[in-house]
Each structure stands twice: as C-alpha cells, then as structure tokens.
C-alpha cells in the first residue's frame, strides 16, 4: 500500500489489528480468502478487506477453495465483481489472507497456497482456530469474523461507507444468528454501520435469496424425515433430519436454513442436520445452546466451530453418522 508501515512489521505468530494491517500494507499483491462454501461471515469479511485494499490501492482479490461451488450468498454481496474463480486465484501472493478459517483443510483446494505465498494472516473466531498461517489475528470472544476485519480496516483507514457496511453487517447479522448472540459488541457494531448506510432490510431479503418452488416439496420430505431423540446429548435431546445426496445435488443452497428449523423443536438440545454432499459423504450442522459444547464434539469427529454452532464432514452411511454423533454427544 502507498503509507509506509506506522507499525513495525511483526513477526510470526499472533498479531493485533495494527500488525495485521502493517502487514497488509507492505505487501505487493493480497489473495483473501474464506473457508469452503463461504456463509455471509466469511464472504462479507473477504470481500470487504479486499475491497479497502484496492481503494488504496493494493492488488487484492478474492477467491474460495473449491471443489464445491460458490454458494449465492457470494454473488448477492459481490456487486464489484472482485470474487475470481478458484482456477483464476494468484499461485504465489504475496500474503493470503484467510478469513473465517479455522484450519487449513477449510481453505479446500486452495490450501496448497498457504506453502506458496510469501506470507499468510488468518483473521478468525473459532474457539477451534488451529495456528495453520504464519500470521493470526484470532478472538474467539468476537461474535463473528467481520468484527475483528472492522478492527484492521479502522487500522488501514478506510472509512465505512455503505458497500463495506452492508458487507460487515451481512457477516454480523449472519453470525449472530440475527443478534441473538453477540451482545452489545455486536448490537454497537450493527448500529454503526446502519449508519454507515447498511440497508437490514433490503440486504437480508437478497441474501434470503429466491428459492426455487419445487424447494417447497422437497423441504417438506426432509422435514417428514426428521427424529426426535429425547434420551441423547446426556438427556438434553437431539433433533436431527437428513438430506440424501440427490436433494442435496439440487437444493444445496437451500438445506442450510433447515438447521435452524430442527433447532427450533429442540428446546435445550441439539439440533443435527445431515447432508449427503456426495453418495456416502456427509457434512453436518449442529446448532444447540452451548452445553454440550459442540465446537469440541466437532472437533472430536474431525471438524470444528462454536459452543453453539459447529459442524463435521466424514464419510460412511447415514446411521454410522448417526452413530459416531450420539457417541460423541454422550458424556
Ligand atoms: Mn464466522
């Protein structure tokens, strides 16, 4: 960037947002990216570094790991066109930035770049977060990704106009599930950048999307599928539904809200939501109150995430899914 670092460059390890944006500044050219299946936390936090980047002048662009496509959320907030396909992404940048990672299999078919840039700064909240950049700026305290890339672009001096307010409140309103967490950080941050000329409305109603019709029918069946499980999570409950890998190859984009529907019959349990990617691979979302901590029974079965909102991907047939879930919800 054009302002000579007012910050000393830091070395490896952990750094504040005035080290990240120190880092971010000396370098050349700047690929930012979010985990897989990018949500409005990690789409909202890359685009919006990159799009302060380049108003001062950086060469910064955007890309998620494949193999599986960009979900709508990415084209409803990437109105300047900065997102570029994984294959067009930059083979050796001069710093990657990985927004909303917790570990680098989350990067997808980007990972190897994390060998090949010249330096790597992750900006993350997951209590799971596991130390895979050179660089991180990590609080797992902070309600979503978006908080703490406020904090490096307030470093950085870009001023919150309305594209990068509706790009930060998108991830905070997303994150927060709608500020029933977060607190008053979050209700502060949300306000200001209503201020900032973010449009709740307008916004949440693109990101919402338009789902396709036949969505209703095939939403019906999956919710016709779902169980109840009062004994499981050590009497807590678990309720849990699962999309076959057919549903999934036409609705991806539509399944994730169904999480939150199963977590609504749930009361203090868990919810599950079981989607076949591919015939015989499962991803799962779990959602609950807190307690059990699903960030660690994520990471027990080889994933990852928050208290109240983690998820898991593993091979096998939907009762070993099932199977491993229950064992590792039971105290
Ligand atoms: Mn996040």
């Known amino acids: 960037m054009n302002a000579a670092p007012a910050y000393p460059l830091p070395g490896p390890g952990p750094v504040d947002p005035a080290g990240a944006a120190a880092l ?12 897989v299946r990018p949500d409005a936390d990690a789409a909202g936090s890359a685009i919006a570094l990159a799009t302060a980047l380049r108003r001062a002048g950086t060469e910064a662009i955007v890309a998620f790991g494949g193999p599986d496509p960009v979900p709508g959320t990415v084209g409803v907030l990437d109105r300047d066109g900065i997102v570029v396909p994984t294959a067009e992404a930059p083979a050796a940048p001069d710093l990657l930035v990985c927004c909303d990672i917790s ?3 989350r990067l997808g078919d980007l990972a190897g770049r994390l060998d090949r840039a010249g330096a790597s700064l992750a900006i993350d909240h997951h209590a799971s977060f596991t130390g895979f950049a050179t660089h991180h700026l990590v609080d797992p305290g902070a309600p979503a990704t978006v908080l703490l890339v406020r904090g490096v672009l307030d470093e950085l001096g870009a001023r919150l106009d309305p594209v990068l307010a509706r790009l930060l409140f998108a991830g905070l309103y ?5 500020f029933r967490w977060g607190g008053a950080d979050a209700l502060r941050l949300g306000a200001e950048l209503v ?11 693109e990101l919402s999307g338009t789902r396709p019709f036949a ?6 069946d999956v919710l016709a599928g779902a169980r109840s499980e009062p004994a499981a999570a050590g009497g807590a409950g678990l309720v849990w539904a699962a999309v076959d890998a057919a549903t999934t190859a036409r609705f991806r984009d539509e399944t ?3 999480v939150g529907q199963l977590l609504a019959t749930a009361g203090d349990g868990v919810a599950a939501l079981l989607t076949e990617t591919d015939p015989g691979a499962w991803s799962v979302s779990l959602r609950g109150t807190g307690t059990p901590d699903l960030s660690r029974v994520a990471t027990t ?3 990852g995430g928050h208290p109240a909102a983690a998820g898991f991907e593993r091979p096998g047939t939907r009762d070993e899914i099932l199977a491993a879930l229950r064992a590792a919800l039971s105290p």
């Open 24 to 35: 971010l500044r000396q370098a050349r050219d700047v690929l930012v990216v979010g985990h």
């Open 103 to 105: 570990a680098a299999p």
């Open 174 to 178: 997303t994150d927060t599930g709608g």
């Open 195 to 205: 201020d900032a000329g973010a449009e709740p409305r307008t916004l949440l109603r």
């Open 215 to 220: 969505w209703l029918a095939a939403q019906a």
């Open 256 to 258: 994730v809200t169904l």
């Open 301 to 303: 079965l080889g994933g």
